[in-house]
Structure formats: structure tokens, C-alpha cells
């Protein structure tokens, strides 16, 4: 069992909490198996408090739902960034215009007979 990490708590951690930096998300969900470097333990308390820094969403998963495993939350913190990642716009063909005589940047010279 672990302790929340929050600063002066001695409560037993209930759930782990992961940040996805590269799209502004905070993800709350069950107790991880294993202590994991970048993520925060924490117990029931402050794990129903919390709060995400302006402009970030906060992805909560109901705590006594899901089994857990190893990389519950790792996995969850990937397929979040998965799914905000940018789709490439595929480049639509570009037709050559239609030449009218010789043409420079925005002038047109057309041809004498006109």
C-alpha cells in the first residue's frame, strides 16, 4: 500500500494521477500496481478535490471500475495523446493555370494581336 503524495498526508493513495503535457490533459484514474516516476498517488480526499491549471481538461475514470494493471493509466495518458493528435490534411491537386501569354509575377503581357 502507498501514501498519497501530497505534501504532509498520510492517507493510503486510492488513485494515480498522470499529466499529458503535449495536449493540456490531467488524467485521474485507479491505483496503479506499480509506483510509476512521473505519476502522483493520491488518496480518495484529494483525489476528489482536484483540480487541473487553467485551460487543461481533466480526464477522470470511475476509481473502483476498471482492473488495474502496470500501465492502466500510461496507456490511457497515450491513447488521449493519440487521439488529439493533429490528421494530416491530405494536399488537394493543383491545377496549372491557364497560360495567357507570357506572365510576371503581376504583370501579363499579352501577345500583339489584341
Not at 501530497?6 to 499529458?20: E, F, I, N, S
Not at 503535457?21 to 488524467?27: C, E, N
Not at 510509476?36 to 476528489?48: G, I, K, M, S
Amino acid at each position: 500500500m502507498r501514501q498519497c503524495s501530497r505534501t504532509a498526508c498520510g492517507q493510503l493513495a486510492v488513485a494515480t494521477l498522470t499529466y499529458v503535457y503535449a495536449d493540456s490533459t490531467v488524467v485521474l484514474g485507479p491505483l496503479s500496481q506499480l509506483a510509476e516516476p512521473h505519476a502522483y498517488d493520491l488518496c480518495a480526499a484529494h483525489a476528489e478535490r482536484l483540480t487541473a491549471p487553467l485551460g487543461w481538461e481533466v480526464v477522470r475514470l470511475d476509481i473502483g471500475a476498471l482492473p488495474r494493471s502496470p500501465d492502466d493509466l500510461l496507456a490511457l495518458a497515450d491513447a488521449v495523446r493519440e487521439s488529439r493528435r493533429p490528421v494530416a490534411p491530405v494536399p488537394e491537386p493543383v491545377a496549372a493555370p491557364e497560360p495567357l501569354g507570357r506572365q510576371h509575377a503581376h504583370l501579363r503581357v499579352l501577345d500583339g494581336e489584341g
